[in-house]
């Protein structure tokens, strides 16, 4: 069946009263169960699941990967194969829609656990009590919640913008419950099969599993004399450097201490095939130009060295030192500026936000013939003023930020959030990086010597606007369907509270593990196999803003000069041509901070989808079924299969030891 929807005149010249009557009679269904029990228990369960993977591949690459279509397919495949032997009904169309809303939501939920806060711990030294991040996270939240839905009855009631990415969302939804069953078993199916072999390639990588296998299971240790467990190693090219074969230098520089390593990491392949050729070319780039020629060079000039530590011992060079010492900061340059420019060269999307709000709540008429299903817009106007002053007090209690700056940022949040709405109902595009830091550089220029001051603020200004937003765009294919926006609004709370139960103390597990004396310690956060890119450019401007350009050495301060003029050049030559240049600056600064080894295998990834799309492009033929229909639950395979045997690889490394 086809979705109902109105025409362009029709949405040009109707009032939101008509609108929201013409969707009430034609378009509800009001009688059709969604947030039941099971549809939300459904969706607690995944959304946890489906966040850990987020956390995992967020720590370690800083992209935030979308749950929303898998979790669709997943909770439908589940169902249908319940229902299939006699043990539960089948889903109904808004029970599949609110899942996602909840598993959606709880994804959402890692944004903070691999940028600002990370970072903020980065730089004070101070481990944020897992309950403190919890409550914060929640705040949050549920303020982009509340100050979502008046935004809801302009946006999409009254404007019916498009929302692409949520419009998408719905067309599949859609199509699997009126036609297309069968396509959402097979692609079902793949997932399953592609992440149990993933997940099997990735038990014989990982030391905790086979050791537990190996010692406690089969106890090789004592019937084989075994003093280690064997680990299929996957930096490949540990083999060639185990048997004594030449090493590789740049500038006299070992390749290794560059990070220039061949691994064979699955998730990373996933990745690059859900980012596609252009932005997985444009990391490339970032990481061969820094590693290759730029850190050389500063490592043989003097301004990379070896460094001694708090304990007195030598740090010696290596791909962190890298970019803490030098390479950072033109990386964040490219980041930064790339993302502002992105932005401010699309003027429509502030100005078209602010021109759709001055239009007022008075277009609609006559009797408000939603006012039973949707959120009662008193809960938004008392809401919001009570938990912005409990945001405020909590950051200004835990986090040391100054009062006067904690309530300050509020009204600049608010501004902010509308405008990224604005841009997520256009664009599919949620420009929370650049907004985040004109909060966090205005809230610097107020307080330089407190890095808390504009990391917490901007960190506030990154979550609500991407909560505000991203549940619009979940309410969009509900809207598209029929459901009842209230209960999507509940279910937006219930993922959010399954994302802070199964990331923060997952958080803690992965990047804070206790040492042999029970202390835990910043310094283990970032590390070889987790970079944390998003909370070393967090951390990079904070201090920036803290320090200034003096304490840089000046080869630092030239390249972020370039890195400026080559980011508004890029970003131009994106606009002028309409997409089609293939570079992205914000890429090629993700590209700096990544590992090679990760930056290199997303490359590979995206080639690989990328050549197979072109050789099969016939709609009717069997590799493009897999190669192009199935790209996404092939890389969703890849991705979740990889990091839920990683973290269950961490939290048996835990418990033995």
């Known amino acids: 069946m086809a979705l109902q929807q109105l025409d362009d005149q029709q949405v040009r010249e109707w009032s939101r009263g008509q609108k929201d009557r013409w969707w009430f009679e034609n378009v509800y269904r009001g009688d059709m169960p969604q947030l039941t029990i ?95 991040m919890m409550v914060w996270m929640s705040v949050v939240a549920v303020i982009g919640v509340l100050l979502a839905f008046p935004l809801k009855r302009r946006f999409i009631n009254e404007e019916q913008l498009p929302f692409p990415e949520g419009r998408a969302c719905g067309v599949v939804i859609d199509a699997l419950y009126t036609g297309a069953a069968a396509a959402g078993m097979f692609k079902a199916r793949l997932l399953a099969l592609v992440a ?74 996933g990745i690059g095939g859900l980012m ?25 000039h003097g301004d990379i060295v070896a460094r001694v530590g708090a304990n007195g011992t030598t740090v010696p060079i290596s791909r962190p030192e890298i970019v803490n010492q030098w390479s950072l900061w033109w990386g964040i340059t490219m980041m930064v500026v790339g993302s502002l420019v992105g932005l401010l060269a699309r003027p429509e999307i502030i100005t078209s936000a602010f021109r759709n709000l001055k239009k007022g709540a008075s277009a609609a008429t006559g009797t408000d013939v939603l006012r039973d ?72 220029a107020i307080d330089r010597a407190n890095p808390a001051s504009n990391l917490l603020p901007a960190a506030m200004t990154s979550e609500i606007c991407a909560n505000a937003a991203n549940l619009l765009s979940d309410i969009k294919p509900g809207y598209m369907l029929g459901a009842k926006p209230r209960q999507q609004a509940v279910g937006h709370v219930i993922g959010v509270l399954a994302g802070a139960i199964a990331c923060v103390p997952l958080f803690f597990l992965l990047f804070l593990p206790p040492d042999a004396n029970g202390g835990r310690h910043v310094s283990s956060i970032v590390s070889e196999a987790f970079a944390f890119p998003g909370a070393i450019q967090w951390k990079g401007v904070a201090e920036l803003i803290s320090k200034g350009l003096s304490a840089l050495p000046w080869t630092a301060i030239v390249s972020m000069i370039v890195a400026a003029v080559c980011a508004i050049a890029i970003e131009l030559a994106r606009i002028f041509t309409k997409g089609r240049f293939p570079l992205s600056a914000v890429a090629i600064g993700l590209g700096v ?43 969703a395979g890849l991705i979740s299969g990889s990091a839920l045997v990683g973290i269950s690889n961490a939290i048996v490394n835990v418990l033995i030891e």
């Open 38 to 132: 099971r549809s939300a228990l459904t969706g607690f369960i995944l959304g946890a699941v489906l966040a850990a993977t987020a956390l995992y591949i967020g720590a370690k690459t800083g992209i935030t990967i979308g749950v929303g279509l898998t979790s669709v397919i997943l909770s439908f495949a589940i169902y249908r194969m319940l229902n299939g032997v006699g043990m539960a009904r089948d889903f109904t169309i808004l029970e599949n829609n609110a899942t996602q809303s909840v598993a959606t939501a709880a994804g959402y939920m890692t944004g903070p656990l691999v940028s600002s806060l990370p970072a903020y711990m980065l730089v004070t030294g101070h481990i944020i009590p897992w309950w403190q």
């Open 196 to 269: 149990i072999v993933t997940g099997l390639y990735q038990a014989i990588i990982s030391d905790g599993l086979m050791k537990l296998v190996q010692f406690k299971v089969l106890r090789m240790d004592q019937w084989a004399g075994m003093k280690a467990p064997w680990v299929f190693s996957e930096r490949l090219d540990q083999y060639w450097y185990g048997a004594n074969m030449y090493v590789p230098r740049i500038l006299g520089t070992d390749i290794r201490q560059l990070g220039l390593r061949l691994t064979l990491d699955l998730a990373m392949l």
């Open 276 to 300: 596609g050729i252009a932005v997985a070319t444009s990391c490339m780039l970032g990481s061969f130009i820094n590693f290759v020629i730029l850190a050389p060079i500063m490592i043989q």
């Open 373 to 444: 299903i949707e959120l009662p817009l008193w809960m938004s106007f008392i809401g919001v003023p009570i938990m912005s002053v409990l945001g405020a007090w909590i950051t200004h209690e835990w986090f040391n930020v100054p009062w006067i700056l904690a309530f300050a940022c509020l009204p600049l949040i608010f501004v902010l959030t509308v405008i990224c709405v604005n841009s997520m109902a256009l664009t599919s595009w949620t420009p929370t990086g650049a907004l985040s830091k004109i909060t966090q550089f205005s809230m610097g």
């Open 593 to 635: 901070v990544l590992p090679p080894e990760a930056t290199f295998g997303m490359w590979v990834g995206a080639l690989i989808f990328w050549i197979m799309g072109r050789r099969h492009k016939d709609p009717a033929s069997r590799g493009h079924r897999y190669w192009v229909e199935g790209m996404e639950p092939i890389c």
